[in-house]
Nanobody
Framework: QVHLVESGGGLVQAGGSLRLSCATSGNTFNINHINWHRQAPGKQRELVATITNDRRTDYADFVKGRFTISRDIAENTLYLQMHSLKPEDTGVYYC??????????WGQGTQVTVSS
């Protein structure tokens, strides 16, 4: 089992930056890849960024060039550095760990609010 705890959310003005963290614990050795998702009020959850065990990354088009996903294996922590934030980036941000055998684990989420 894997436990995930997000932090770093908050209120920021448009154009500002935030760095989200996702601390992982438990059976982290068998994590295949980790995703950041977000969910805005009244909308479906959407995939924001992915990082694999061999550090390959992928981003949704709406964050490319503004967000960077990274992972500190030694610290068992996942990061999402967000720059040039827009009001439409507002939402609850979740990290999700996908195991080698497909099981998924989710954190509780952290709120990001971008004011215009």
């Amino acid at each position: 089992q894997v436990h995930l705890v997000e932090s770093g959310g908050g209120l920021v003005q448009a154009g500002g930056s935030l760095r989200l963290s996702c601390a992982t614990s438990g059976n982290t050795f068998n994590i295949n890849h980790i995703n950041w998702h977000r969910q805005a009020p009244g909308k479906q959850r959407e995939l924001v960024a992915t990082i694999t065990n061999d550090r390959r990354t992928d981003y949704a088009d709406f964050v490319k060039g503004r967000f960077t996903i990274s992972r500190d294996i030694a610290e068992n922590t996942l990061y999402l550095q967000m720059h040039s934030l827009k009001p439409e980036d507002t939402g609850v941000y979740y990290c999700q760990a996908v195991m080698d055998w497909g099981t998924e684990y989710w954190g509780q989420g952290t709120q990001v609010t971008v004011s215009s």
